[in-house]
């Protein structure tokens, strides 16, 4: 079955830490282009990051660069987003599409609190 999988998510205070995980399942995650999105209910919906499938460039928006750090763990078929010194603002459900092509994969989504 073709699938991502977003985890990682959890309660985390500000200031801290937090690394996500979106594993591909049933496909090569490789070879294809990944974002990272963030949800508030009530707001649109933000891209965070961005790997390319070709040269493995990235993007982030000023609202996090400096911060988040996307990169792939090809043997795990998996990307990563790596958050630090996250902030209140940054509370969110997280996911990861990718996309190759025509094809676009989005997976469930993992949760981001961050709070005292």
């Known amino acids: 079955q073709v699938q991502l999988v977003e985890s990682g998510g959890g309660l985390v205070q500000p200031g801290g830490s937090l690394r996500l995980s979106c594993a591909g399942s049933?496909?090569?995650?490789?070879?294809?282009?990944v974002g990272w999105f963030r949800q508030v209910p009530g707001k649109e919906r933000e891209g965070v990051a961005f790997?390319?499938?070709?040269?493995?460039?990235?993007y982030y928006p000023n609202s996090v660069k400096g911060r988040f750090t996307i990169s792939r763990d090809n043997a795990k078929n998996t990307v990563i987003l790596q958050m630090k010194r996250l902030k209140p603002e940054d509370t969110a459900v997280y996911f990861c599409?990718?996309?190759?092509?025509?094809?676009?994969?989005w997976g469930q989504g993992t949760q981001v609190p961050v709070s005292s």
């Open positions: 049933g496909f090569s995650l490789e070879h294809w282009a």
């Open positions: 599409p990718a996309s190759l092509g025509a094809y676009e994969l």
């Open positions: 790997i390319s499938s070709s040269d493995e460039s990235t």
